[in-house]
C-alpha cells in the first residue's frame, strides 16, 4: 500500500531506532507523552516499544474519545431509543462501550434498534430511507472527526431531513493537552503531537506547549517510521535545548490546517461552556454542541435528554490511566475484574484505550513470560 | 466444531446471552466451556477442544461433527449458505484426520421464504456435497414464523472414518514445529461484510468456500508420521485457532507477519476498517503443524493441491511465553494476537 | 483517535460532492467536500469516516524518506530537520 508501505520499511526503522539510542543520554530518562489514541493503538501495534532503549517511556495521553466519554453519556444516548422508538446510529468504536445497563451492543442484544455505521452520511441516509423515525447519531471524536459531522448536518439542514439530529461529544483537544500539562502528578518532556487532529486544525494551536510550558512538541504519523522519526525530532530538540512544533507529517498536514473543515466546525458547532470528561474531570471550552442554528438537528434540543451524571466505580482508575500518572496494568481492576470481555472503562474497550492495547498486544505477553 | 473444554473452567456468570457468544472468540469459550460442557459432558471437562469427537466400533475409529450455518445475506461472492454448510462439516472431519463419509442437514425456515430461495440453497448444497465427494442422507426440515429466522439457518451434522496414519492432538505439537496455512487468509469473512451493503466498499473478492480434505489427504499421504494437529479455522479467524491450539498444548505460536498470505484487496478492507486479517473468518483453509524437518515437504505436498499454489509456512511453534500467540514484523517489532472477545468491530479512532 | 487511510482518487461523478477512491484494489466513495480546490483523479488523499481529510504531498513523503534514509549519516540531515521549526516558517511569512 502506497504511502504505508515505504514508512513500514525495516532498513529504515533500524536505522532510525539506532539513531534514537545514539541520541538518547543513558543517564537520563524520558518520558514523552503520545496525546492521541490512534498513536497508542499504533505503538503497540507495531511494538515500538521492543525498538527503544529502556530508559524513553512513552506515556499514554488522553486522545481517545472513546475512553473520556463518562459513562451518562452512553445512557442518556441509550435512552433515546426507548424514549423517542429513535434509531441510535454509531461507529463500531462505540458499540462495546459500557453503559450503566449495558454496553450498546447489549442493548442491541434485547432487541433495541442500534446501527453500527462508517461514515456520519451513513446514519443521514437511514433517517432519508426511514422518514417514520427518528435516526440520532450518536457522535464522537476529536476535531478530525467533528467537521464530517458538521458537513453532515449541513447536508441534512439543505435537505430539509427533518427526522435526522445529532447526539454530539465531540471534544477539542488543546484543553485536554493543557488539563494535563497543568495537572501536578505531570512530569513530561515532550509530546508527539496528534497528527490527523491537525490536519483540521495546523500546527499552531500547540505553540503555547513550547512557549509556555517549554516542552517540545512534534506532530506525528502513524506509521512506525513517523514515530520513530517524531521521537528522533523531540530528542534532538531536548539535546540542544530547545522547544518548538515542529510537524513530522508534513505529507498529510498543511501548517495552517484546513480551511474548508474550520469553517464547516464554526459554521455548524459552538463550544459549550464545559463538559465532563472521564478522568479529568470537567474542563472549559472543550467540547463541541450544535448551534442554535441547527437546533432542529441537536437531539439534546429537540428531546429531553437526562443529562444523568453516572461516574465510574470507585475503584476504577480510569482518570490517573488517562493522564498517564498510571500505567494500565497499575490499575487495581486490570485483568482482574477488567478485562476485554468484561471492561468496567472504556479504555479497556476502545481499540486506542491504553488498558485494551496494553492487554490485547502486550499483557500476555508478560504475564506469560513471569509464569 | 464439536466441544470439549480446556481446565481451568469457572462457571458462565453473564446475565443474558449475546451476539459475542456466537463469534467463536473468547465470550463463545466461555460459554461452552462454563455452561455447556458442565452440563451435558460432565466427565470431559478438563478435556481440549477438538474440531470432531471420536468414537471406536471394533477396529474402525469415527469422527463425529456438526455444525450450524448462520449468515447474512444468504448468497455472497464465491457462494451461500448450501455452500458454508456442507463444506464446513467436511472441512471438520478433515482436520479431525477423518474421510468424509456422510453429513445429515437440518433446516430451518423462516416463513414466507420464497421456495426460489429455499431451492437454491438445497442445489448449492447438493453440489458442494458433490465437489466434496460427500453424501447427504438425510436430513430435518422445520418452518418458523416470520422475523424469527434471517431467511434460513442449516445444520450439518457429519461422520467420517479417521484415516488409522493420523495421530493428531495438541498434546503431540512440539518446539520447532512449523505452522502451515492453505491460502490466503480473511478472504470469506471480508466478502460477506462488503456483501451486506452497510458500507460503501467494493472489491473483487470471493468466499473461499470449499473443501479442504484434498490438502488434509495430500498432508497425510505425504507427513503423516509428523504431522501433529489441523484445523479448518472459521469465525475468529487464524489468531483464534491459534490460540486455542496455544493454549490446548501450553506452548507458543510465533507467526512470521510477511508470510502470512493475504490478499491486496482483504489488506485493503482491513486497513480501512481498522481490522486486522488474523481475526477475520475463513471459509476454505486449513491450518497444519508439522514437525520442523518435515514442514518443506509438507508445503510441497500442499502447493501441488489444485487450489494450493498461496500455501506457505507461517510460523512455528515455541517454548515460550506459553499459551500465547505472538506476531512478529518484518523489522523484528513483536506483538501478541490474541483472541478477540466477540466479532471484530470496524472503527474509526 | 483517527483511523485515516491513504487512497487514490480514481473517479469524480459529476455533482461534484463524491469521489471514488481505491485503497489497495478496494474501492470506496468518500465526500470530497473538505478539500479546496476539489481534487482531480490520480490524486492520493487521506480518508477519514468517508471523508477525504486532506492531499497527500509525494514531494514531502520522498524527502521525509530522503531525511529517513540519511538518518545518523551525517550532521547535514540535523541541519535539515532543525530547518521545520514552527518559529522559522511564522518568519516565511505564512499568514
Known sequence: MKYVDEFRDPRLIKQASEEIRRLTDPSRHYRIMEVCGGHTHAIYRFALADLLPPNIELVHGPGCPVCVLP??????????????????????????????????????????????????????RLAQDHPDREVVFFAIGFETTAPSTALTLRRARELGVSNFSVFSNHVTIVPAIRAILDSPDMRLDGFIGPGHVSTVIGARPYAFIARDYGKPVV?????????????????RQLGAGRAVVENQYGRAVPWDGSLPALRALADVFELRPYFEWRGLGFISQSALKLRPEYAPWDAEARFAVAGVQITDPKAAQCGEVLKGVLKPHQCKLFGRECTPEQPVGALMVSSEGACAAYFNYVHRRTAAASV | MTLLAAAPTTRFADRQIDMAHGAGGKASRRLVEGLIVPALMAASVGDPLSDAAYVTLGDTRLAFTTDSFVVRPLRFAGGSIGDLAVNGTVNDLAAGGAVPIALLCSVIVEAGTPTDILNAEMEAMGAAADRARVRIVGGDTKVVEHGKADGLYITTSGIGRVDPRAALSPASVRPGDRIIVTGPIGDHGITVLLARGDIDLAADLRSDTRSVYPFAAALLDEVAADLRWMRDPTRGGLATSLNELARDCGLSMVLDEERVPVRDEVRGACELLGLDPLHIANEGQLIAVVAGGSADRALESLRRVPGGESAAIVGRVEAAPARTVLAVAAYGGTRVVDMLVGDPLPRIC | MCLAIPGRIVDIPAGGHLATVEVSKVRRTINIDLLEPPPAAGEWVLIHVGFAMSRISADEAAEQLRLLAMLGEDAQAMAELDGYQFGDAAEKGSS
Open chain 1, 71 to 124: 459513562m451518562g453519556r452512553i445512557d442518556e444516548g441509550l435512552s433515546l431509543v426507548e424514549q423517542e422508538r429513535a434509531i441510535l446510529a454509531t461507529f463500531g468504536d462505540v458499540m462495546r462501550v459500557p453503559g450503566r445497563h449495558g454496553s450498546p451492543l447489549e442493548h442491541q442484544a434485547r432487541g433495541a434498534d442500534i446501527r453500527m455505521v462508517y461514515s456520519p452520511l451513513d446514519a443521514l
Open chain 1, 219 to 235: 506532530i506525528s504519523g502513524f506509521e512506525p517510521l513517523d514515530l520513530l522519526q517524531s521521537i528522533v525530532m523531540i530528542l
